[in-house]
Nanobody, 126 residues
Framework: QVQLGESGGGLVQAGGSLRLSCAHS????????MGWFRQAPGKERAPVAA????????YYADSVKARFTISRDNAKNTVYLQMNSLKAEDTAVYYC???????????????????WGQGTQVTVSS
């Protein structure tokens, strides 16, 4: 059973930066396609970014392109989300997710992921 644990959330002013981390408990982390999602109060869970097992392919929601960067360190079993130029509308609980399926164009569908973390709160004050 894979366990995911997010960290790095917090309160930041608009224009600031945060880096989220997600630790993966599995022994074959490099075989997992990893995604970040977020859920604001009263809204559905929305895709943010995803990355292939090798790190060679990355995917972003239009709303975060050029501001957020997803990366991974397979030696540390960790995926990261660097968030710059944060806006009030980025406020949400951020979740990481994992699947052994290479999702490619369907990376943004939450139901395609098999494992989820507990989430970390990001609050951006304007």
């Amino acid at each position: 059973q894979v366990q995911l644990g997010e960290s790095g959330g917090g309160l930041v002013q608009a224009g600031g930066s945060l880096r989220l981390s997600c630790a993966h408990s599995g022994r074959t982390f490099s075989s997992y396609f990893m995604g970040w999602f977020r859920q604001a109060p009263g809204k559905e869970r929305a895709p943010v970014a995803a990355i292939s097992g090798s790190g060679g392919s990355t995917y972003y929601a239009d709303s975060v392109k050029a501001r957020f960067t997803i990366s991974r360190d397979n030696a540390k079993n960790t995926v990261y989300l660097q968030m710059n130029s944060l806006k009030a509308e980025d406020t949400a609980v951020y979740y990481c997710a994992a699947t052994t399926t290479y999702l490619n164009s369907i990376w943004g569908i939450p139901g395609r992921y098999d494992y989820w973390g507990q989430g970390t709160q990001v609050t951006v004050s304007s």
